[in-house]
């Protein structure tokens, strides 16, 4: 195992790596393996179940946005900020009621200093308290680790060499390929009977593993062009320094095309189905991709592949036919999208089963009406078709299509922030209330979580599964646009409560990120990061976050929900990083960033 000396990185050190030559499952599906070393890996020692630190977001916070601290619990009832240009008292106030947060057996005070919005840096000071909290205010404190976050898909592309202009210390050769791919016997047809050689490069390594999972990369690619689609004048000139960068095209859009050319490759042209992903039968070793050369099928066609392809598709559809160079490309998107739904309705209940000879990721998925009211919503949007915006209605009715926190198998919410992003001119008023009275309903319940928190965070114990930081994460994407709806704060302070949290303001004491605050991942389970040379992980990738399963059998400090998080390779249940994860940390910093 490589041996991680350094503790902490500064996001001013990687966001300067990161720009050198720029001026001159999930997750939650079980879908890595740990393949352990043959040495078991350092364990450390059970800590205390709580910390005396001041949690705050270790980036800073936006001038106008809610401030809130945790405090651990002390005698004191009030708190001051010191400018520590001049070591002056630029504000005092009270701290809240100690309240124990259950799923950290944690009690605390909170402390709100949201009306300091002058920019700077302070120190945030409690009696009985022995080490202050540096806290940042400043309207850029999100930029670094947005553009980070979003560059982690360059980090993890596949079929592509990484060159040291772009990458930095992390470049590498290119990695699988993929133009010999076999059929596997689990999808083979008349049309392309099993060993059938097919081609399908590029896409995006889907998290420490080196497959490719579709509906995996649905929600993440729909996620990334959300972000576009909804801020669009930020990523106009935003400048991330890949390959693509300088061109007239944004970054982003170039970036999840990437990932759509191998998607498209995933659809069966005889027939419009959608093989379920591209993979090797077992798990990789712990090596770099360039050395990972076994053989790489692609495995069995089904329902949800194959909504999800049409849903992606025809959101890309839509978004790059503004583009001038890519407008031939939006007709195939939209073509590809139209055969997968006919596909998905002859074929409606086809769930994927697991070969027995294949051990990889599975992410299995028995109910599809979600997939199909989201693939319907982007169609019709797409379209305006009216079979589509039948069927949406149709799937929106039943309690299996609601809103709820999104996540690869729970993809309902998508089509509800499209329908309700890009719709309202095209549907009734009628209905249009009616679908954004059931999204609010959501960002109701979630603000609601967030009033009654302890730590000022909308996290309850059944949100502490494998990829926890994505359930804070995709609720501040359903917050932020529910806020963009209404205008209505709450939302947004809830939001910020939720990044806050994934940024440092949560028991652990972790910013998540990789390379971004004072305490953050250094041993994350992600096989480049561990097979390269270099101490520090890729950065901006965002740690899967602390879950009490404990899958991987490691050591853990504690069993708590909030607590049960091991920064090691090991720890694949709480340590790895998807892009599924990534995606809704790009998309809240972009809305926090533009909404400040």
């Known amino acids: 195992m490589k041996t991680v000396f350094k503790q902490t990185m500064t996001s001013m050190v990687v966001a300067s790596a990161l720009l050198i030559g720029a001026c001159g ?50 005698n004191s009832t009030n708190f001051e900020l010191v400018d520590m240009s001049t070591n002056t008292v630029v504000m005092s106030g009270d701290l809240a009621v100690e309240r124990t947060w259950s799923v950290a057996n944690d009690t605390v005070q909170l402390a709100d200093f949201s009306s300091l919005t002058t920019p700077g840096e302070y120190a945030l000071r409690v009696a009985g308290v022995e080490t202050d909290a540096t806290v940042v205010i400043g309207s850029d404190v999100f930029l670094s680790a947005h553009d980070a976050a979003l560059k982690a898909y360059y980090f993890n592309r596949a079929s592509f060499a990484l060159d040291g202009a772009y990458a930095a210390d992390w470049a590498r050769p290119a990695g699988h390929p993929d133009t010999n791919v076999l059929v596997h016997s689990s999808a083979a047809d008349a049309n392309r009977p099993e060993g059938t050689v097919i081609s399908a490069p590029k896409g995006w390594y889907d998290a420490g593993d080196y497959n490719k999972y579709i509906v995996n990369s649905g929600i993440s690619t729909y996620t990334l062009m959300a972000a576009y689609e909804h801020f669009t004048s930020f990523y106009q000139n935003r400048d991330v320094n890949i390959p ?69 598709m025809a959101s890309a559809s839509r978004i790059y036919a503004d583009i001038p160079e890519y407008q031939s490309v939006a007709q195939s998107y939209q073509s590809a999208a139209e055969s997968a739904w006919t596909w998905a309705q002859s074929n409606p209940n086809v769930a994927y089963n697991q070969p027995s000879d294949v051990s990889t990721g599975e992410y299995g998925d028995g109910n599809f009406d979600d997939e199909r009211l989201w693939a319907a919503a982007e169609l019709f949007l ?22 709820n926190t999104p996540a690869w198998p729970e993809t309902a919410t998508l089509g509800y922030i499209s329908m309700l992003s890009a719709g309202k001119m095209l549907i009734e008023q009628s209905d249009f209330n009616t679908f954004q009275a059931s999204y609010i309903a959501l960002a109701d319940s979630i603000v609601a979580q967030y009033e009654t928190s302890a730590y000022g965070v909308a996290m309850q114990e059944e949100d502490f599964v494998w990829g926890s930081n994505a359930v804070a994460l995709n609720k501040s994407m359903v917050l932020l646009f529910a806020y963009e709806l209404s205008d209505n704060m709450a939302y947004k302070n809830a939001a910020v409560g939720l990044v806050d949290y994934v940024l440092g303001r949560n028991p652990t004491d972790y910013s ?18 561990f097979a390269d040379t270099v101490s520090e992980p890729v950065p901006g990738f965002v740690a899967g976050g602390p879950q009490p399963g404990q899958q991987d059998n490691c050591n853990y400090p504690s069993p708590l929900p909030a607590l049960s998080y091991l920064d090691d390779w090991c720890s694949y249940s709480t ?8 995606a809704p940390m790009v998309y809240s910093l972009a809305a926090l960033h533009t909404g400040q």
């Open 512 to 529: 998540f990120m990789t390379g971004f605050g004072s305490k953050t991942p250094m041993d994350i389970h992600h096989r480049p990061s």
């Open 575 to 582: 340590n790895e990083v998807t892009i599924n994860w990534n």
């Open 25 to 74: 499952s999930g997750g939650g599906a079980g879908n890595s393996s740990p393949d352990m070393p043959t040495t078991p890996p350092p364990q450390p020692a059970p800590s205390p179940e709580t910390s005396e630190l001041i949690k705050v977001n270790q980036l800073g916070f936006l001038p106008d946005s809610v401030k809130e601290a945790v405090i651990p619990a002390t």
């Open 382 to 403: 797409l379209t305006q078709d009216q079979q589509y915006l039948t069927s949406f209605k149709a799937m929106s009715s039943r309690q299996s299509a609601q809103p």
């Open 244 to 312: 693509e960068s300088g061109n007239s095209i944004p970054d982003i859009l170039e970036e999840i095309k990437w990932n759509l050319d191998w998607m498209m490759a995933m659809q069966d042209p005889n027939d419009g189905g959608v093989y379920h992903k591209l993979t090797t039968l077992n798990f990789s070793g712990t090596q770099m991709p360039h050395l990972s050369t076994a053989q790489r099928y692609v495995v069995q066609k089904g329902t949800s592949a194959a909504l999800n392809f049409a849903a992606v």
